[in-house]
């Protein structure tokens, strides 16, 4: 607003009382949670860069002596109708801000360009209705033509400089966190590498580990070099396929014997396994490793509680275009809700949501008489 339009009869008190009312209009806005990218610093800032020129003008007038003059208006009048205007100017144009940088923050910037005409329109018509109210009800001076052309250009200046300010910032600021961003992706990178690298040198250490082992056991402790000997296999089957998705149903179950084999040392006559294979679906290709969760579970949860023991029974059969497997236990079963047990352990709810995600099928349970059986079906000659 230009400051020579205001006659310096005006009353000195209305500048304050029209402060009041502003301040007290905009501290409900200034009190909520900033949006983001929009914190206490910016605000600090951007109130500083918006008080400053009135601060500036106001301190060269005062060195040109300008408020000596009687023909001119007092400090205090100045300041007030500086911080009015500054303040109205303010309260207009953080919704704008909110508008731009909120509301269609995720909108190109070549569209944002083409509404700050119509905002900037509306920014400077708002501002103007104010000016004119505070002039004309509350200081009793006519506003002229030649004060609102000045004041136009003065508003657009200002709100073209200050979103000049915010899209320059919020791009350093989108910057910032791109490079942020990239940074911690390329550590997460480095960090994923090296596991993997630790994950293949373990197992690679451990394996040549229980081959020498097995060589150093006498000859009398045959059974030892067995056991050695299957452990081993085990390590080497799950270093074959740690980068594959899938084997076939023969690879899984030759796994599987091994693994079972560990456990027969383990559990002795407690432990008896059977095996329905029908010899079709041998080459057909499963998921790496979906077998062994189950018949794990079996034993630790089904057999291992029971003094004397179980059987377990594994079938693979082919049906109607699909692949039909079932791991069935004689032991304890499982008193609860059949569903909770796949939030209960790692084995099971892994096992349902690679069938899931894979094939969209279910890994089904059910009580015997004796124990539980799970089961899962998939599509047969497939090589997923």
Request: aromatic fraction near 12%; include cysteine; glycine fraction near 6%.
């Amino acid at each position: 607003m230009d400051v020579d339009s205001v006659w310096p009869g005006a009353p000195r008190s209305a500048g304050k009382i029209y402060v009041d009312s502003v301040v007290a209009y905009a501290r409900p806005i200034a009190g909520r949670r900033l949006p983001p990218g929009f914190g206490a610093g910016e605000l600090i800032a951007w109130l500083a860069l918006h008080f400053s020129w009135p601060l500036m003008l106001g301190t060269i007038y005062y060195l040109a002596g300008k408020f000596a003059d009687p023909a001119y208006m007092s400090l205090p009048q100045f300041a007030s109708i500086q911080l009015i205007v500054s303040v109205v100017k303010a309260v207009f144009l953080l919704p704008l801000w909110w508008f731009f940088f909120v509301h269609i923050k995720v909108m190109p910037l070549r569209i944002k360009l083409i509404i700050h005409p119509f905002t900037s329109l509306l920014f400077v018509c708002a501002c103007l209705l104010v000016i004119r109210l505070v002039l004309t009800q509350v200081l009793m001076r006519p506003y002229s033509s030649v004060s609102m052309w000045s004041d136009v250009y003065n508003l657009l200046l200002f709100y073209f400089s200050n979103f000049a300010v915010f899209h320059a910032y919020n791009f350093w600021l989108h910057t910032q966190r791109q490079t942020k961003k990239e940074r911690q992706l390329r550590e997460l990178a480095y960090q994923s590498e090296i596991r993997a690298l630790k994950s293949q040198i373990e197992p690679h250490f451990l394996f040549n580990t229980l081959n020498s082992i097995s060589a150093s056991v006498p000859a009398s402790l045959e059974h030892t070099r067995v056991l050695i000997a299957r452990l081993a296999d085990t390590f080497r089957y799950a270093l074959r396929v740690s980068e594959r998705t899938t084997v076939t149903l023969e690879e899984e179950l030759e796994f599987v014997k091994n693994y079972l084999t560990l456990e027969k040392y383990r559990f002795g006559d407690r432990l008896i396994i059977r095996y329905y294979i029908d010899e079709a679906v041998l080459p057909q290709h499963i998921p790496a490793l979906i077998l062994q969760p189950l018949i794990e579970n079996a034993i630790r949860h089904g057999i291992s509680p029971l003094v004397a023991g179980g059987v377990i029974e594994i079938d693979c059969r082919q049906s109607n275009g699909h692949i039909h497997v079932s791991i069935a236990d004689t032991g304890v079963g499982y008193a609860g809700h059949l569903p909770d047990m796949f939030n209960k352990g790692i084995g099971l709810g892994n096992t349902s949501k690679r069938l899931l995600h894979l094939y969209n099928e279910q890994l089904e349970v059910e009580r015997l008489n004796k124990g539980l059986r799970f089961s899962f079906k998939m599509p047969a000659n497939s090589n997923r």
